[in-house]
């Protein structure tokens, strides 16, 4: 299915970290030219995202093989952080959704820094000491399949939503559906975001949870069924994802939320103990440049920083200039947001809204 | 030939220079030190905030301590970009609720524990500054003392200390340079006068030694006053001198005029009796005039030495001793008694040698000359604060009527030449005057007519 040269189960090859570190799969990609250097990157991304990037890449560097290695958020936070205390190289270049992640891996000292035209194009919102760099941009969107949902039902604010699952409880129960925060970085990341946002965030979880609203722990199995319309509706979805399964004929569209667009920008980091960190800064200036950018924009996350949305998406032209747009801010602020004791309240307090609610139905 | 001095220019702008330089250092490290400070205040305020909000998140469930880090309280610190923060948040027993285990923020021994403290100190080898703020429980299941730390790295506040110093340092130099310009502008200002004053003597006619008349600044009328007062002094000497010709010239043309007449009738009288008057005539006149160009001769030297020759200290009673001895010829009547009497010790004064023997040489050459019959004595005295030289003789002496004349310089006598002082005593005043002291005359009395130099004394001597 994907393109992919050489894949392998990779946990074997590291017994120190298959502890800690499971289901990492490493992929290989040739240099296109004769091989002198390998560029290793460490990743929790799909892989299907970042491919065109990486072969893109290659094109302007032909001599570099990558290796590229994925992991799950947790797993990728912990396998760095043991990597950098021990001041062992990991991977010449760090990328992950979870950015809070890399906030915290660059405040605890592991970053490196690194400064270039391309690093200075990138808004302040998404770089954090010139150190960790946000490359993507992805909104969180509003799925629905238009099969199933009539125009006159289409939310497009938060408060919509809220109103939809309150007056057609009967048509809804059951088929909503969104992130699972316990279960994803990325999911808490958007859900705490928008619990900071607005009142209508308390609303709205209490309406999830007593129209019984289905939780994920991906974007894309909620996409999946949203596409077979086992759900209607799907909230706090990464846009990027939605628009690829559009693109692929889904019968689903997309709904920027007009009352704010939480954004989230997948971070990147060239960590202190790179065996090259020149071909990491390399990657993240690729990443960050405008051939990166196109390319991501084309091919991957079909949004840009300057906040155009494809054509098919129902929403304001531009997030960044409506006045809605609410980045996930890479910065000092996200050690809170990733503080375990933080985290484990937040949730409960989530779970007990979401499930408790539901469970009492 | 003198040293070349730096001009007065480059010493006022070079002394300025270094004057504002060591200014401009010293006022950028106090810029530095003071935006240290503020920079350091501000950030403080932020970090004791945020560490108060966190502490003001602990709550007590379940009976147990847990704290919802506040994410405002990040965003805050978040406004210095690019620092590093670190947390910890610990319970009554030191127990850690959350952050960074290995962070150290216990007050300084001695802080109230509910008092915030700031510090400085160094995390996982990076200096940070240490907020620290402790909040009291007192929950039957929680009790004692919650402390919560937060620590952040100093790129901002160095940053913005740097910023101020920076733009400090640029305000100071401005203002030195402007002070800079406004000196080279001031001193070349004020030096004007002086070239003005170069230009008016410059442009003066060599005989011209009347008073520069120029417009001065205050400072520099005082250059203009003692170049006028030099002035005065040249003009004066210059008279005195013109005069002092011209006198003397006078005085030499009638003794040779009558030398010339006695030679004459020397050469053509052949009457024997009448050839030897003319004769010694003649002898009397030679000497009268040699005795005129020597006491000429003397009184221009003591005015040249009044006016150029330092005075020393010397024993006035020695000096008198040794200039009656000289003064006193060999051929001398053996009928006229000489005599000496002065102290045993040294009195000292202030004075020119040469001129005061001088002094007191043509008054005793007076005496001998026109007084003493029998009698020539040189006495010397002193009082509290004065040294007085005495000669007296048992002649005739001047009758007080004439005393103002005799110390005048030819002053004439209308005698004709019978008893013609010349210029001894006018020398003798002179010299006296030049000294702080005087020349006077006592009527005759048993001792006879005297005449009194006196000098001022030395008069911390031990006597």
């Known amino acids: 299915m994907r393109g992919i040269v050489g894949r392998f189960v990779a946990a074997l090859a590291v017994p120190v970290l298959a502890a800690v570190a499971q289901a990492r799969e490493t992929t290989q990609f040739p240099a296109v030219a004769a091989q002198d250097a390998v560029l290793t990157i460490h990743a929790a991304a799909d892989l299907t995202a970042m491919e065109p990037l990486i072969r893109d890449f290659q094109a302007q560097h032909p001599r570099v093989a990558v290796t590229y290695v994925e992991y799950v958020t947790n797993d990728l936070k912990l396998a760095a952080s043991i990597a950098c205390e021990a001041g062992r190289p990991l991977a010449d270049v760090i990328l992950s959704s979870a950015v809070d992640h890399l906030v915290r891996l660059a405040n605890d000292g592991c970053a490196l820094e690194h400064r270039s035209q391309d690093t200075a194009r990138t808004p302040s919102w998404a770089k954090w000491r010139d150190e960790v760099f946000g490359f993507t941009f992805e909104p969180a969107v509003i799925v629905y399949n238009y099969d199933a949902v009539p125009a006159e039902d289409v939310p497009r604010t938060r408060v919509e939503l809220a109103e939809l699952l309150r007056t057609k409880e009967d048509s809804y129960r059951g088929r909503v559906g969104t992130y699972d925060p316990r279960r994803s970085g990325i999911g808490y990341l958007l859900t705490i ?55 692929a004929g889904a019968h689903l569209r997309i709904v920027l939320p007009r009352d704010y667009t939480v954004v989230l920008s997948r971070g990147a980091m060239v960590p202190s103990t790179a065996g090259r960190p020149d071909l990491g800064a390399a990657f993240v200036d690729y990443l960050l440049s405008p051939r990166g950018q196109r390319t991501g924009r084309e091919r991957a996350f079909f949004f840009g920083f300057d906040g155009g949305a494809p054509p098919e998406v129902d929403g304001p032209l531009s997030v960044v200039d409506s006045g809605l747009f609410r980045p996930i801010t890479i910065g000092p602020a996200l050690l809170a947001v990733q503080d375990e004791a933080r985290r484990a309240r937040f949730l409960a307090d989530w779970s007990r809204s979401m499930i408790d609610l539901s469970g009492e139905q | 030939m003198p040293r070349h001095e730096p001009s007065l220019f480059a010493r006022l702008a070079g002394t300025i220079t270094l004057v504002l330089a060591v200014g401009a250092m010293g006022l950028t490290t106090a810029a530095w030190y003071y935006a240290r400070a503020a920079a350091d205040e501000a950030y403080d305020r932020l970090l004791v905030g945020a560490a108060l909000q966190i502490a003001e998140a602990l709550t007590v469930q379940d009976g147990a301590l847990t704290v919802e880090l506040p994410i405002s309280a990040f965003e805050m610190l978040a406004l210095s970009e690019r620092d590093r923060i670190f947390y910890k948040v610990t319970g009554p027993r030191g127990d850690l609720l959350a952050g960074y285990p290995d962070l150290d923020g216990r007050p300084p021994a001695g802080a109230q524990a509910s008092r915030p403290t700031v510090s400085d100190g160094r995390f996982r080898g990076v200096p940070v500054r240490l907020a620290s703020v402790g909040r009291v429980f007192a929950d039957p299941a929680v009790q004692g003392w919650a402390r919560v730390v937060v620590a952040q790295t100093a790129e901002a506040r160095w940053s913005l200390a740097r910023d101020l110093t920076l733009n400090a340092t640029v305000l100071v130099l401005a203002m030195s340079a402007l002070a800079l310009g406004g000196v080279v502008f001031a001193v070349r200002h004020a030096l004007r006068p002086l070239a003005r004053i170069e230009t008016a003597l ?24 003692a170049i006028n007062h030099f002035m005065e002094r040249l003009k004066g000497r210059m008279t005195l001198m013109q005069r002092f010709i011209a006198d003397a010239a006078h005085q030499l043309r009638t003794p040779l005029a009558a030398l010339s007449a006695q030679v004459d009738l020397l050469a053509h009288d052949t009457d024997l009796a009448q050839r030897r008057h003319h004769l010694e005539r003649v002898q009397e006149r030679t000497g009268q005039l040699g005795r005129l160009a020597n006491q000429l001769l003397s009184h221009a030297m003591v005015i040249h030495r009044t006016e150029a020759v330092p ?16 003064a006193v010829p060999v051929s001398i009547s053996p009928d006229i008694v000489v005599s000496f009497e002065g102290p045993d010790h040294p009195v000292h004064v202030n004075g020119d040698q040469v001129s005061i023997r001088e002094a007191i040489a043509n008054v005793i050459d007076n005496a001998l000359r026109h007084g003493a019959a029998a009698r020539l004595g040189v006495c010397v005295r002193t009082d509290a604060c004065s040294a007085f030289v005495d000669v007296f003789d048992d002649g005739p002496g001047i009758p007080p009527g004439d005393w103002q004349r005799v110390t005048q310089r030819f002053g004439s006598d209308p005698s004709g030449g019978g008893r013609s002082t010349g210029l ?16 006077s005359f006592r009527e005759p009395d048993e001792s006879g007519f005297t005449v009194t130099l006196s000098f001022p004394r030395i008069l911390d001597e031990r006597s």
Not at chain 1, 227 to 238: K, Q
């Open chain 1, 193 to 247: 975001t928008d619990a900071r946002q607005t009142s209508a965030y308390g609303r709205l979880i209490e309406s999830f949870g007593r129209a019984r609203a289905v939780v994920h722990c991906c974007t894309s199995d909620l996409l999946d069924d949203l596409a077979s319309g086992r759900l209607l509706i799907g909230y706090n979805l990464l846009g990027s994802y939605a628009y690829a399964r559009v693109r």
């Open chain 2, 202 to 225: 410059t442009a003066r006619d060599p005989q011209d030694l009347t008073p520069l008349s120029l417009d001065t600044p205050r400072e520099i009328r005082a250059l203009v006053a």
């Open chain 2, 311 to 326: 005075f020393e200290r010397l024993d006035i009673v020695a000096l008198a001793r040794r200039t009656l001895r000289d």
């Open chain 2, 424 to 439: 001894g005593f006018a020398i003798a005043r002179e010299v006296a005057t030049a000294h702080g002291g005087a020349l």
